[in-house]
C-alpha cells in the first residue's frame, strides 16, 4: 500500500481540496471559469501566467510533454475534485502548487482578500484497479446532484460530466477512453452513473478514496 503522501508516476489518484473553514472558493461563474482555463493552462510544461488578464488558452496537455492527465472533474463552490493520472514526476504536485497559487492569487487581487483560499494542502488518495476507476469518476461526477445544486447532472456547467455522454470537446480532459473505454456507449456510462442503488453500496467499498467535503 502506498503512503497518501506519495505520490508514483504512471499511477492514478482522486485529488481534492476545499476553501479554508469550509468557505467558497468560487464567488460567481466568472471565478469557476478563471479555475478551468488556468487548470488547461499548466496541464503540461510550467508557464508564467498573467494574473491581470484573462485568456482562452489551447489545449496544452496532451503532448508527450503532458505532466498529468486529467481523467474527470467537478469544481463545487466550496471544494473541487480532479481524478489525474501523473505522467512524468513530481508531476501532479507541481501541477496542483501553480493552479492553487494562481487561483488564489486571481481570487485575492478580485475581491482584495487577505490569507489563505484552500485549507491547506490538496489531498491525494491513490487509485488502485479498474474497478476503482470508474467507481471514483462517478463519485466524482455526481457531486452536484447529491449536494442538492441541480435535479439534472447534464445541467451543471463545472465538470466533465457532460462532456462524458454527449462527446462534447472538453479542453482540460486528457483522455476519455481510460473510463469510459470500460463501458460500452457514453449512455451506459450515463446508467452507471445514475445508478444511485449501486453507488450506495459502492460507496461504502470507496470510502476510503474519497471524503466528504460538504
Request: aromatic share 16%.
Amino acid at each position: 500500500m502506498f503512503r497518501k503522501d506519495i505520490i508514483t508516476t504512471n499511477f492514478y489518484y482522486h485529488i481534492f481540496n476545499r476553501g479554508v473553514n469550509k468557505d467558497k472558493i468560487f464567488f460567481d461563474e466568472a471565478d469557476y471559469s478563471r479555475f478551468l482555463e488556468t487548470a488547461i493552462h499548466y496541464k503540461s510544461s510550467v508557464r508564467q501566467f498573467s494574473h491581470s488578464k484573462r485568456y482562452n488558452y489551447p489545449d496544452t496537455g496532451s503532448g508527450q510533454d503532458a505532466k498529468v492527465q486529467v481523467l474527470a472533474y467537478c469544481l463545487m463552490p466550496n471544494h473541487f475534485h480532479f481524478l489525474i493520472k501523473q505522467s512524468a514526476d513530481d508531476g501532479i504536485t507541481s501541477y496542483m502548487q501553480h493552479l492553487s497559487n494562481s487561483y488564489s492569487h486571481y481570487i485575492h487581487t478580485k475581491y482584495k482578500r487577505t490569507g489563505p483560499l484552500f485549507e491547506g494542502r490538496f489531498k491525494n488518495r491513490l487509485i488502485e484497479t479498474d474497478e476503482q476507476l470508474v467507481h471514483v469518476s462517478r463519485y466524482i461526477h455526481l457531486n452536484p446532484l447529491v449536494s442538492n445544486l441541480v435535479d439534472n447532472l447534464v445541467r451543471y456547467k463545472w465538470s466533465s460530466y457532460y462532456s462524458y455522454i454527449t462527446s462534447s470537446k472538453d479542453e482540460l480532459i486528457s483522455d476519455f477512453n481510460l473510463v469510459l473505454g470500460r463501458f460500452r456507449s457514453r449512455k451506459d456510462y450515463e446508467q452507471f452513473v445514475l445508478d444511485q442503488s449501486d453507488y450506495g453500496k459502492e460507496l461504502e467499498r470507496i470510502k476510503h478514496l474519497v471524503m466528504d467535503l460538504d
